[in-house]
């Protein structure tokens, strides 16, 4: 099997909270943790913004707009559709890699949580990455 390894760009806390660091450029990530972290780039990467991978990203920022209940509502309903084809895109592109361990392979991506937070008027987003090997990990943003 082989094993992707990548620069550790994407940390989690221990209750998945998500920062970014430019840090710790010499520590490798991989296994589930790369998988999490390329989930974790689409979602915060607007498509075409990527010079090296213009296709790669989501739309998922366009719903986090919304302050008024009714678009807090259709937010809530339409989130589900954005991260089911994030899923389908990863899937797809992993089966140009068929050496990929199950670790290293997306099973599905679950959201946990979706929650408006009126005081900060901001999101709050958890989801959780399930691997082939039936192991995953939680981030929230």
């Known amino acids: ?32 943790g790369l998988l999490t972290q390329g989930v974790i780039k689409r979602i915060l990467t607007l498509p075409g913004t990527d010079k090296y991978f213009p ?12 302050v008024t209940r009714e678009e807090v509502e259709g937010a809530k309903s339409t989130l589900p559709i954005f991260v089911k084809s994030l899923q389908d895109s990863i899937k797809e592109e992993q089966e140009l890699y068929p050496e990929l361990s199950l670790h290293e392979r997306l099973k599905s991506l679950e959201i ?19 691997t082939e090997a039936n192991t995953h990990l939680s981030f929230t943003i």
């Open 55 to 66: 296709k790669i990203g989501s739309q998922l920022g366009n719903l986090f707009g919304a």
């Open 112 to 130: 946990v949580d979706l929650t408006y937070d009126e005081s900060s008027l901001g999101w709050i987003l958890k989801i959780k990455v399930w």
């Open 1 to 32: 099997m082989k094993t992707l390894n990548d620069f550790s760009l994407i940390n989690l806390d221990k209750n998945g909270q998500v920062t970014i660091s430019l840090n710790d450029l010499n520590k490798k990530v991989s296994g589930i």
